[in-house]
């Protein structure tokens, strides 16, 4: 907190100086704000951006003439999901759905999956991982320390669509991410790569992982560069509004709201309402709330107001993840106690993303702008 107890607020958005490597320009404005600017340059909304994302899908059902699907949208059963389906069948894309089953759906995402494909006429695969080894995973991710517990999910997820998206000789996976309603995330919350999970899992876990897909370094070059394989973030060419959204998916897909951002995952739950705030003192609804305080949706006073209340948790889902788990109390103590590290203290591919522009490019197409961003803006 560069030595004062209190934190340095950005006098745009919320984000502080509990986040790492923050900076401020003269006007006390973040980085974050700054990245979002270029973002924003970069994604109109205006009738140029318009025409851009249309001719985007005009080149997608080009690529797809003659085959089965011409998108793989990945599905959790949230908003974001949900509505990146929504629109690119009314775009006219035929997409292939599909869900990564980590073993922590909420009944909520299963029957708004189910709702949404049915109501849309969308094919579903879903992968299964096997329990066991996952859970192995996630114990071990939690047991080295970082604040970054979500990511052999996240992984597994990308691993996944592009899998798919290969088999079917498809070219465009469709993902729901936007910066402006989820910001920049600084990378030592987010990190991500095959080699890291590994070398985590290698360290702490016990189990062989034979379901679950962690992609290489290899695979996806060749995913990117020889397949041509390519991630749309659709929010971001389109306007979108939470409650308009909601009101959209809830009338014409039957879809339910389950109470918080990302919470359509019960271990999503625990991580960002208990693990994070917790252990890492990270509030990720200070991330939330800027971007949308960027884009326009949300007020900075209120916001500010709303962050003074702590996060709240449901204790039954905190019981319930470590039951689940099959962590003992001791064992569970032990690891909220055990000290905070970072990405950085076990092997990855970061260096070797610093050292090079060709995985900079990858991490773009694999949705990691904020990795991107961050060397652009935060790098030493
Ligand atoms: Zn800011």
Redesign the pocket.
Known sequence: MSGSSVPRV?T??I?DTTVPKIRFDSNG??T??RIHDELEKNHPLDAEGRQRFEALIDTVKHHGKGREYDCIVGVSGGRDSTYTLYTAVRMGLRPLAVHFDNGWNSDISVSNIKNATEALDVDLYTHVADWEEFKDLQIAFLKASTSDAEVPTDYAILSVLYDVAAKHGVRYILNGHSFRTEGVAPITWTYMDGRYIRAVHEQFGSKRLTTVPIMSLTQLLYYTFIRRIQVINVPEFIEYEHETVNRVLEEELGWRYYGGHHHESVYTEFFQSFLLPTKFGIDKRKLEY?ALI?SGQMDRAQALAAVQTPYAYNKEIVEYTIAKLGLSNEEFEAIMRAPVKTFEDYPSYYSLIRASRIPIKIACNLNLLPHVFYEKYLGE
Request: hydrophobic share 30%.
């Open positions: 950005c745009r958005c984000l404005v973040c974050f704000c800027s960027r």
